[in-house]
């Protein structure tokens, strides 16, 4: 099947289940989208007890699509821009740093919380697993999702302060937890010796290359935009800069996603739009990325869905993805609580911030992105389904609930 075919089917399929959420559920997009997936996806493992080749199409369907490549490599950089383009800038410039230390520091204790949880979790379930495979899965479900974030986020109507520390925090984490990750991964496969020197150069190289190469971007981007008035063109210019820069990144090995949302902040930015944009081309870019928002995130909802396809249901493994659902809260919980103490006394923190960032920390596609990347030897099935069923239960549970809490405790 050609690449024309897949994107085809993925947006027709998206179109379909998007029309059911809107017109029956009415439940957030994401959630909708998800939900309606794997319940279409359950019905077709049903059904296959009568006739299975709709289920040996789907599944032929889902081998096809790498969905790592697709969502690290392409989707995540224009849905990052998009994610960065419409963030409050003054908010975010104001709470910086909190949540570069979330997006740091806090990432770094939830790895480690998230691996030690894990690693005895499995014990207790007499499955024996190397330290540094559970590591390696704390890395990867550490890092909160920003799309998943943003689209719950926008419906709730959280205070700006605290919508900016979570928003934030999930723009920037994880192009600081994929570093992590692979540096772990390097660890695990044994073609690195743990040296701080190499991480620290990692660490600099892929974050700070990503972030020095996101303010040229969105330097040449403004730049571009103020010397012309044409919101035809200028519409292009911001998509040719994402998509060149999502090249010059992967082509540098730097991070892409951070090289976008740095972008996304730079010609978001009050200031750069009333300097190069007339309202016109304000009102065609904001729709522009709004439209290329919503596509592909309804796509790739529908892609975690279907992705129930390849999980390996073995009895332990489902036992041992409930029993880490909490310990992974509590992780995250306690990873929070450091960044908090350092500025709850110089900038104004909403009530129970620690609480709310913890449950509307949700986990979404670039954990089961890293999850399928694993290798067999770093029990790829077992971590597959574990992250499959948190990052199901933080869309669906967590998604639904984050409102009531935020208007419970923070109005």
């Given at each position: 099947?050609?690449?024309?075919?897949?994107?085809?089917?993925?947006?027709?399929?998206?179109?379909?289940?998007?029309?059911?959420?809107?017109?029956?559920?009415?439940?957030p997009d994401t959630i909708g989208l998800m939900v309606i997936t794997i319940l279409f996806t359950l019905g077709v493992l049903a059904f296959s007890y009568f006739d299975d080749t709709l289920l040996e199409k789907e599944k032929e369907f889902i081998s096809q699509?790498?969905?790592?490549?697709?969502?690290?490599?392409?989707?995540?950089?224009?849905?990052?821009?998009?994610?960065?383009?419409?963030?409050?800038?003054?908010?975010?410039?104001?709470?910086?740093?909190?949540?570069?230390?979330?997006?740091?520091?806090?990432?770094?204790?939830?790895?480690?919380?998230?691996?030690?949880?894990?690693?005895?979790?499995?014990?207790?379930?007499?499955?024996?697993?190397?330290?540094?495979?559970?590591?390696?899965?704390?890395?990867?479900?550490?890092?909160?999702?920003?799309?998943?974030?943003?689209?719950?986020?926008?419906?709730?109507?959280?205070?700006?302060?605290?919508?900016?520390?979570?928003?934030?925090?999930?723009?920037?984490?994880?192009?600081?937890?994929?570093?992590?990750?692979?540096?772990?991964?390097?660890?695990?496969?044994?073609?690195?010796?743990?040296?701080?020197?190499?991480?620290?150069?990692?660490?600099?190289?892929?974050?700070?290359?990503?972030?020095?190469?996101?303010?040229?971007?969105?330097?040449?981007?403004?730049?571009?935009?103020?010397?012309?008035?044409?919101?035809?063109?200028e519409v292009i210019i911001t998509l040719a800069a994402v998509m060149g820069g999502t090249l010059v990144a992967q082509h540098l090995h730097v991070s892409a996603p951070l090289a976008m949302v740095t972008a996304g902040l730079i010609v978001g930015n009050d200031?750069?739009?009333?300097?190069?944009?007339?309202?016109?081309?304000?009102?065609?870019?904001?729709?522009?990325?709004?439209?290329?928002?919503?596509?592909?995130?309804?796509?790739?909802?529908?892609?975690?869905?279907?992705?129930?396809?390849?999980?390996?249901?073995?009895?332990?493994?489902?036992?041992?993805?409930?029993?880490?659902?909490?310990?992974?809260?509590?992780?995250?919980?306690?990873?929070?609580?450091?960044?908090?103490?350092?500025?709850?006394?110089?900038?104004?923190?909403?009530?129970?911030?620690?609480?709310?960032?913890?449950?509307?920390?949700?986990?979404?596609?670039?954990?089961?992105?890293?999850?399928?990347?694993?290798?067999?030897?770093?029990?790829?099935?077992?971590?597959?389904?574990?992250?499959?069923?948190?990052?199901?239960?933080?869309?669906?549970?967590?998604?639904?609930?984050?409102?009531?809490?935020?208007?419970?405790?923070?109005?």
């Amino acid at each position: 099947m050609d690449y024309f075919a897949i994107a085809t089917i993925l947006v027709v399929l998206s179109a379909v289940f998007g029309y059911i959420n809107v017109r029956f559920f009415k439940l957030p997009d994401t959630i909708g989208l998800m939900v309606i997936t794997i319940l279409f996806t359950l019905g077709v493992l049903a059904f296959s007890y009568f006739d299975d080749t709709l289920l040996e199409k789907e599944k032929e369907f889902i081998s096809q699509i790498d969905f790592k490549t697709v969502l690290l490599d392409i989707m995540l950089s224009f849905l990052l821009f998009a994610g960065a383009l419409h963030t409050n800038f003054q908010q975010l410039k104001i709470q910086r740093k909190p949540v570069f230390v979330f997006a740091t520091l806090g990432t770094l204790i939830s790895t480690f919380l998230s691996g030690i949880f894990v690693f005895y979790i499995l014990k207790l379930i007499h499955l024996d697993v190397d330290f540094i495979y559970c590591l390696l899965f704390g890395a990867l479900i550490s890092p909160t999702d920003p799309i998943a974030v943003l689209g719950i986020m926008k419906k709730v109507g959280a205070p700006k302060k605290l919508e900016t520390k979570i928003v934030g925090e999930s723009l920037f984490n994880d192009g600081v937890g994929v570093v992590i990750f692979l540096t772990i991964y390097q660890i695990a496969k044994g073609t690195t010796e743990l040296s701080f020197t190499h991480i620290a150069e990692l660490f600099l190289v892929e974050v700070v290359g990503g972030i020095l190469l996101g303010l040229a971007i969105g330097w040449l981007t403004y730049r571009l935009l103020k010397s012309i008035d044409d919101y035809d063109m200028e519409v292009i210019i911001t998509l040719a800069a994402v998509m060149g820069g999502t090249l010059v990144a992967q082509h540098l090995h730097v991070s892409a996603p951070l090289a976008m949302v740095t972008a996304g902040l730079i010609v978001g930015n009050d200031t750069v739009r009333n300097s190069s944009m007339s309202e016109i081309t304000e009102q065609y870019v904001d729709k522009f990325w709004e439209l290329i928002d919503i596509l592909l995130n309804t796509i790739l909802f529908v892609m975690i869905g279907m992705e129930i396809l390849v999980l390996t249901y073995d009895g332990n493994y489902i036992l041992a993805g409930f029993l880490t659902i909490p310990m992974l809260l509590f992780a995250r919980y306690l990873s929070l609580l450091l960044p908090i103490k350092l500025y709850a006394k110089k900038l104004e923190f909403v009530p129970k911030t620690n609480l709310i960032m913890t449950w509307g920390g949700l986990r979404g596609g670039i954990s089961i992105a890293l999850a399928l990347s694993l290798t067999q030897t770093m029990y790829r099935d077992l971590f597959l389904v574990i992250t499959y069923i948190v990052v199901i239960f933080s869309i669906i549970i967590q998604g639904l609930s984050v409102g009531s809490l935020i208007k419970k405790f923070a109005k």
